[in-house]
């Protein structure tokens, strides 16, 4: 699973390329730390309302009652009722026949149970065709806009990539300034278009843009909603349409962005989505703000798309690859 930025994206560039931009590994370590930390930190509203819980059960004699009140405290966390019954099922008949009973142990083994339910095989993102382009779709407000802000940012600033971006949201006249206001931030370049104009045609001139001058990734913003839900989920089938006309293969990457806070609605949001809207990977935003956290592991599960980012804040560095090991410990563990 991918912690670095490096590790997120496949780049095709030989190992030896990549090694020479590395830092020392006991720079590396050092920066793991400060970025778990970090996470940890960001994530305390869910660590802490899942983790105490979770301290108490496990080291409380374990019984009938131990595994309820556990169940309890996934459910709260979002972690979703089929996942949860599996996790704590597995669980308890671990301790029951293998006798653990030590509550250090059981804790470490739930992190691994929970990281098994978030991880994928498919969460990086393919960064090889030039240009990649990259679809941002979700509900308004999910933090579609701020996401590409930071991504761009991190693809310059880690990987060295040239970006632009395409604001492909000419619905409200606030989004283009918004999305300009990112492009600044993150140094790359936009195209805009006047207020109600054609969303396929600004994901049209972005795309030969990008061509023209041997951009690496665009990143095509999107509106979040439209008169009716048909409209918009028309729309998007019409942006991408013309995406895949201008370039084949493209776009390489649907990203659907799910806020964290909404819990099962955002679920129910992402289905729909995911149905109709040809989504390849999920950012997870407003993790920060929630005590309901576990959704994470509920989308992975339920949804079977891939978890790729996590927004952690509104700060350019506030968002993360979304590592299934580093995230269940950061669920869980008190330390
Ligand atoms: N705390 C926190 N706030 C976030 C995060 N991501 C986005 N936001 C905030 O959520 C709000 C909405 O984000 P936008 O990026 O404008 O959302 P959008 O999907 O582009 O919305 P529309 O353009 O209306 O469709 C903003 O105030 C962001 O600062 C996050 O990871 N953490
Ligand atoms: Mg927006």
């Not at 778990?36 to 930190?41: A, G, P, S, T, V």
Request: hydrophobic share 40%.
């Amino acid at each position: 699973m991918p912690r670095e930025w490096s590790e997120l994206f496949i780049t095709g560039a030989p190992a030896g390329e990549d090694a020479t931009s590395a830092p020392p590994e006991g720079e590396s370590k050092e920066r793991r730390r400060g970025l778990f930390r970090r996470l940890r930190e960001n994530m305390s509203k869910t660590r802490q309302a899942l983790g105490s819980e979770i301290q108490a059960t496990l080291f409380s004699t374990l019984d009938e009652h131990t595994w309820e009140r556990l169940e309890e405290a996934l459910i709260m966390a979002d972690v979703g009722a089929s996942t949860t019954a599996s996790v704590v099922e597995t669980l308890e008949s671990e301790a029951t026949d293998g006798g653990l009973t030590s509550g250090e142990y059981l804790s470490e083994r739930l992190i691994q149970l929970l990281a098994d339910t978030a991880r994928s095989e498919d969460g990086r993102i393919d960064i090889r065709a030039k240009p990649t382009v990259i679809l941002v779709v979700g509900v308004n407000g999910t933090g579609k806009t701020t996401t590409i802000g930071k991504l761009a940012w991190h693809l310059r600033k880690e990987l060295g990539m040239s970006v632009l971006l395409g604001a492909a949201d000419s619905f409200r006249a606030a989004a283009t300034e918004q999305l300009e206001e990112w492009a600044r931030r993150a140094e790359c370049e936009i195209v805009t278009g006047p207020e109600n104009s054609d969303p396929g045609s600004v994901a049209f001139e972005a795309v030969s843009r990008a061509r023209a001058q041997g951009i690496d990734v665009v990143i095509v913003d999107t509106a979040g909603r439209l008169h009716t839900q048909d409209d918009l989920m028309g729309e998007l089938a019409k942006v991408r349409r013309v995406i895949e006309r201008q370039l084949e293969g493209a776009p390489h990457e649907t990203l659907l962005t799910v806020d964290a806070t909404t819990g099962q609605n955002g679920l129910r949001q992402a289905q729909m989505f995911a149905a109709s809207a040809g989504v390849s990977g999920i950012v997870l935003t407003k993790l920060d703000g929630t005590a309901r956290g576990g959704i994470a592991l509920a989308i992975a599960r339920e949804l079977k798309l891939p978890v790729k980012l996590i927004g952690i804040g509104e700060q350019l560095e506030d968002l993360r690859p979304f590592d299934a090991d580093d995230f269940a410990r950061a669920l869980v563990a008190e330390e």
